[in-house]
């Protein structure tokens, strides 16, 4: 079955970086678009970023666009999301997830994603 994994999470302070990643099993990881999102606490899951099935194309939020940059290593089967810069606002459980359909392009909207991971937590303190 399909299983994701986030791992890298933690305690940052404001303007440091973390690289989260995401290990992918039970599917062929390079046909399929790959996202990441965060929810923080009292709020709705949003979008992060995202890349398409070759990694080719990528697509960011206003607030990840320039200190975020979303990434795959196809032969390894894991997704990352290198942070920097990081904010109080960046708070967050992170998840990845998995496109429904394959071969897509980079997807921000959440019902465009089948399979979700646990999340990661990323804490920024000042």
């Known amino acids: 079955q399909v299983q994701l994994v986030e791992s890298g999470g933690g305690l940052v302070q404001t303007g440091r970086s973390l690289k989260l990643s995401c290990a992918a099993s039970?599917?062929?990881?390079?046909?399929?678009?790959m996202g990441w999102f965060r929810q923080a606490p009292g709020k709705e899951r949003d979008f992060v970023a995202a890349i398409d099935w070759s990694g080719g194309r990528t697509y960011y939020s206003d607030a990840s666009k320039g200190r975020f940059t979303i990434s795959r290593d196809n032969a390894k089967k894991t997704l990352y999301l290198q942070m920097n810069n990081l904010e109080l606002e960046d708070t967050a459980v992170y998840y990845c997830a998995r496109s429904s359909a394959p071969f897509s392009s980079a997807l921000g909207a959440m019902d465009r994603y089948a399979y979700w991971g646990q999340g990661t937590q990323v804490t920024v303190s000042s």
């Open positions: 039970g599917y062929v990881f390079f046909n399929f678009a």
